[in-house]
T-cell receptor
């Protein structure tokens, strides 16, 4: 059972544009929501993360928006660059610390 | 940031043999390590959670006798794929965290590509 649903599966954005990836979860026990970036053949690297007590968190060009009542959260990449081309995973973590990942979004930024 | 290494990075083995993958936290003591499996262009699927000195907790559907996990020290966890078959071919990734201020933060290793012939 997929505990975290992610969309879109793939995304193509022009350089300088905004990339938006959405995730939804069901388990209200989740209390930590990170986003990871993964390049081919590499392990995931933490980008940014948020807890449910805030609705938005921004770090540089990356912003997480969190809607607790809708059980949804999204990643916004501002001024997208070709170097941002990678696969992005959202995740949700419960009390025991296990991460449940979304299905991933393959982002391509066209120069 | 914290560094997690895996060894080997790539392994090819014959069907029926066992393969051991090591996961090490290089600059911190990992109280908890996680093992994931990732098929091409798919998500990471949590296989098991291991705490140092105790038995691993396996996710539903993961055969504990097939995927043996040992977390003997605070810096090392091993995953042994026993009697490997071609369907076990996958990308195996470990992550590590510690009981600190940012308990939820997991640092991922670079992954191990397993190919079973």
């Amino acid at each position: 059972q997929q505990q975290v649903k992610q969309s879109p599966q793939s995304l193509i954005v022009q350089k300088g544009g905004i990339s938006i990836i959405n995730c939804a979860y069901e388990n209200t026990a989740f209390d930590y929501f990170p986003w990871y970036q993964q390049f081919p053949g590499k392990g995931p690297a933490l980008l940014i993360a948020i807890r449910p007590d805030v609705s938005e968190k921004k770090e540089g060009r990356f912003t997480i928006s969190f809607n607790k009542s809708a059980k949804q959260f999204s990643l916004h990449i501002m001024d997208s660059q070709p170097g941002d081309s990678a696969t992005y995973f959202c995740a949700a973590s419960g009390r025991m610390g296990q991460f449940y990942f979304g299905t991933g979004t393959s982002l391509t930024v066209i120069p | 940031g914290a560094v997690v290494s895996q060894h080997p990075s790539r392994v090819i083995c014959k069907s029926g043999t066992s393969v051991k993958i090591e996961c090490r936290s290089l600059d911190f003591q990992a109280t908890t390590m996680f093992w994931y499996r990732q098929f091409p262009k798919q998500s990471l699927m949590l296989m098991a959670t291991s705490n140092e000195g105790s038995k691993a907790t396996y996710e539903q559907g993961v055969e504990k006798d097939k995927f043996l996990i040992n977390h003997a020290s605070l810096t090392l966890s091993t995953l042994t794929v026993t009697s490997a078959h071609p369907e076990d071919s996958s990308f195996y990734i470990c992550s590590a965290s510690w009981r600190g201020t940012h308990r939820e933060t997991q640092y991922f290793g670079p992954g191990t590509r397993l190919l079973v012939l």
